[in-house]
Antibody, heavy 119, light 111 residues
């Protein structure tokens, strides 16, 4: 059974940095298509970034150049480095894995970790 | 602004059926062709309820069904129950450099 557990959220000042982690079990991060999805308070889901099994990385326009997705195969963990944070980055951040089918659905989600950007 | 458009809200009484639409899909293979649907209760992580337009994952009630016509996908919930009250999001995949997109979400209220 797949389990994803996010950590690393917290309160950070505008312009600051944070690294989010997503510890995975039941799958290997090195061979998986994984995404980070965020949800601002009272708002909808917003896809943030993805990493393919082959290592290709992709970003939403709103975070490109500021956020970096990566993975550590020895720890079976996915990361999201958040730099130059802005108030509008305040959100719950979820990691999710994509299942190999036509629509690449996100079949498993973590519980989320809250990032608050405020002075 | 989402590339996929959903109604902000829908409502129905227990036992009735409702349909949530998701427009903006493409019939081209390079566009948003395939669609999934997610249910999200307040304070909880999203849950996959439909993938590949019509496929229902194991454990999802057969009251949930999906369909697609031209550039619009639909999620239908029949026999509405109080537990169905939640937010619903459509989602699609494309081979572009922004491979994942969500609709804006629809709040379902069971009256």
């Amino acid at each position: 059974e797949v389990h994803l557990v996010e950590s690393g959220g917290g309160l950070v000042q505008p312009g600051g940095s944070l690294r989010l982690s997503c510890a995975a079990s039941g799958l290997t991060v090195s061979g998986s298509y994984l995404s980070w999805v965020r949800q601002a308070p009272g708002k909808g889901l917003e896809w943030v970034s993805a990493i393919y099994g082959g290592g290709g990385t992709y970003y939403a326009d709103s975070v490109r150049g500021r956020f970096t997705i990566s993975r550590d195969t020895s720890k079976n963990t996915l990361y999201l480095q958040l730099n130059s944070l802005r108030a509008e980055d305040t959100a719950v951040y979820y990691c999710a894995n994509h299942q190999p089918s036509g629509s690449w659905p996100m079949g498993h989600w973590g519980q989320g970790t809250l990032v608050t950007v405020s002075s | 602004q989402s590339a996929l458009t959903q109604p902000a809200s829908v409502s129905g009484s227990p036992g009735q059926s409702i349909t949530i639409s998701c427009t903006g899909l493409s019939s081209d293979v390079s566009g948003y062709k395939y669609v999934s649907w997610y249910q999200q209760h307040p304070g909880k992580a999203p849950k996959l309820v439909i993938s590949d337009v019509t496929f229902r994952p194991s454990g999802v009630s057969d009251r949930f069904s999906g369909s697609k016509s031209d550039n619009t996908a639909s999620l239908t919930i029949s026999g509405l129950q109080a537990e169905d009250e939640a937010d619903y999001y459509c989602n699609s995949y494309t081979s572009s450099n922004t491979p994942v997109v969500f609709g804006g979400g629809t709040k379902l209220t069971v009256l």
